[in-house]
């Protein structure tokens, strides 16, 4: 680019570095790919900042480490709130052949004993929550929460690392194993046999998904069922505390969120810090708890998940049956490491995302308190409108700062990306197609793959459907569309809806009991709503990257999930 080019570019602003700039970031890399995934809503600018910088990172050391063959890592921007992914592609075959040779020795620990090892992880970043929850935030002094800044961030970089060491082995292997079964037997991910290969594991999120379905049953037990029926939930909270029972009741319950390893650290939203988490405003688990009451559901789950279990080993027996004897062993195990990726993929939310974003959130509220106590920001809730940069430079003397020149703009400026969607890719490539075939597939890689980008749908003009996405869970349902974009908004869902939603979090995983299916925008085949949709037998259809603009609330849809195919009837 000429120098005089180079003037006319815009310099970083909100993420700096990491900020999208069309003339800088194509010309390094030529395709960018929209994860909608963990970018819709919009996010904050300091959650921005911190995904595009930690997060990268974390796909880098992972693939480092992992010697993954194909791909070196991810590089993040941001545009108009959105994150933005391009992939290192490996593309010199000598390499990819030394890199496969790593890869193998890298992934035989996982494939040996998968559970140890992210046993491990999980009690290395507890004893890194419990060292940042040392601090008193409150009553921190300011240069405490200065140096609680950058703890917070060391805390982010480290948890990525682990978050992609477990991902990559277990999601890599789910791709490696598509690749030989397409090959040997012409069965793809989507297809019942190798899905029912996949399905039937348990996992924290369902433990923690029952808890709140037996503090529904105590609640009954002990005659306050109305309490929960007639009260919405943060009315629920004052009600509670107005009987003897009530106080027993949510004293009992708070234990339980106080105590667990995972318990209240649970953010309400999945990717930002600008939601409560559940010890904050416990009305959010008490609404699961009130949803629970009303709807009289029982938690036949595990009875779900047993059956599924049993018809899982039924699903692998038969297959190994169809493996060449000398490769079943090889079959098996890659078959079993590929299972991890369900239940990690579910498990490791909490342990990773939910629970350090719910302790950034309390970090960083408390330096947005003390920062618009001396009116260097409007309110505690703009600090996410800083990045940690600015962070640094002003809590030490809150008071002789003024933010709120950046803040006003930034908060203005994410508004409006709420009306204004991004381009699911940006390149100079000549069409989507072209840079999904040589920016993406290219670099084998399963978590753009299978979760972020997904797989292009592919239509089928003989079945004249109206919409078309990949199959996360095969099956048929029809019924009433109930489009929800934010999680509030998940109390309008009645049982049999057809859910049609951006994306899918842990935080949704119990509406899956009461929908009739799942129509998402973005995601494949190893997204949470795929993978949640097969644990409960739920059709689910994903990455149609245009459900919730097409389908309206209240319309009949019919959802031919195998095929990817949905049909709006009226």
Not at 85 to 91: M, S
Not at 525 to 534: E, F, P, Q, Y
Request: charged share 25%; hydrophobic share 40%; net charge negative.
């Amino acid at each position: 680019m000429s120098e005089k080019k180079q003037q006319k570019v815009k310099i970083w602003d909100g993420t700096p570095g990491y900020d999208f700039i069309k003339e800088i970031d194509l010309a390094e890399m030529p395709s960018w790919f929209h994860d909608g995934t963990h970018s819709i809503p919009p996010v904050t600018t300091m959650f921005g900042y911190q995904w595009a910088r930690f997060c990268s990172h974390g796909l880098k050391f992972a693939c480092t480490e992992l010697s993954i063959p194909t791909c070196k890592g991810w590089e993040i921007r941001i545009l108009n709130s959105g994150i933005y992914c391009a992939l290192h592609v490996v593309r010199d075959q000598k390499e990819i052949a030394e890199r496969e040779v790593k890869f193998r020795q890298a992934l035989r620990p996982w494939i040996e004993d998968f559970d140890s090892l992210w046993a491990g992880y999980k009690q290395e970043l507890l004893s890194i929550y419990i060292k940042l929850l040392e601090l008193d935030v409150d009553n921190a002094t300011n240069l405490q929460l200065y140096y609680h800044n950058y703890d917070l961030m060391r805390a982010y970089m480290r948890m990525w690392e682990i978050h992609f060491m477990a991902m990559y082995s277990s999601f890599n292997t789910w791709l490696l194993l598509e690749t030989m079964t397409k090959e040997r037997f012409g069965i793809s991910d989507q297809d019942p046999e190798f899905q029912d290969m996949m399905r039937g594991f348990n996992n924290k999120v369902y433990q923690m998904d029952k808890k709140m379905w037996e503090f529904g049953q105590l609640a009954i037990e002990m005659n306050l069922e109305d309490v929960f029926k007639k009260n919405k939930p943060q009315s629920i909270l004052a009600k509670l505390q107005q009987s003897e029972k009530g106080k027993e009741w949510f004293k009992k319950f708070m234990d339980y969120m106080k105590t667990d390893d995972v318990g209240g650290w649970r953010m309400r939203r999945f990717t930002d810090l600008n939601e409560p988490y559940w010890l904050e405003d416990p009305a959010t688990p008490i609404g699961l708890v009130k949803d629970n009451i009303i709807r009289g559901i029982s938690y036949d789950l595990e009875a779900t998940r047993a059956e599924i279990a049993k018809k899982r080993e039924a699903a692998i027996a038969a297959f190994l049956s169809r493996a060449p004897q000398e490769e079943k062993d090889l079959f098996e195990g890659l078959i079993r490491l590929s299972g991890k990726a369900s239940s990690y993929s579910e498990e490791h939310d909490l342990y990773c995302e939910l629970f350090v974003h719910a302790l950034m959130r309390r970090g960083y509220l408390a330096m947005g308190r003390r920062l618009a106590e001396k009116g260097a920001i409007d309110t505690p809730d703009d600090i996410f409108m800083l990045n940690p940069d600015e962070i640094d430079r002003v809590i030490m003397v809150p008071e002789s700062h003024d933010m709120r020149w950046i803040t006003r703009r930034r908060k203005a400026a994410w508004k409006e990306a709420h009306k204004n969607p991004n381009s699911p890719v940006i390149t100079n490539r000549a069409s989507i197609e072209e840079a999904v075939r040589l920016d993406l597939l290219p670099s084998g890689d399963a978590i753009a793959l299978k979760i972020i980008v997904g797989e292009m749908p592919q239509p089928k003009p003989e079945l004249k459907a109206d919409l078309w996405g990949i199959c996360g869970c095969s099956g048929e349902a029809e019924g009433t569309a109930r489009v929800v974009i934010m999680y509030d908004d998940l109390k309008k869902v009645q049982p049999g809806d057809i859910l049609v939603c951006p994306n899918t979090n842990p935080t949704w995983t119990p509406v899956f009991g009461l929908v009739g299916g799942v129509i998402t925008d973005a995601g494949g085949t190893l997204c949470h709503a795929a993978i949640i949709g097969r644990e409960y037998g739920v059709p689910t259809i994903v990455n149609t990257q245009q459900g919730t603009s097409k389908i309206k609330t209240g319309q009949r849809v019919r959802m031919d999930a195998a095929n990817g195919a949905i049909y709006i009837l009226e």
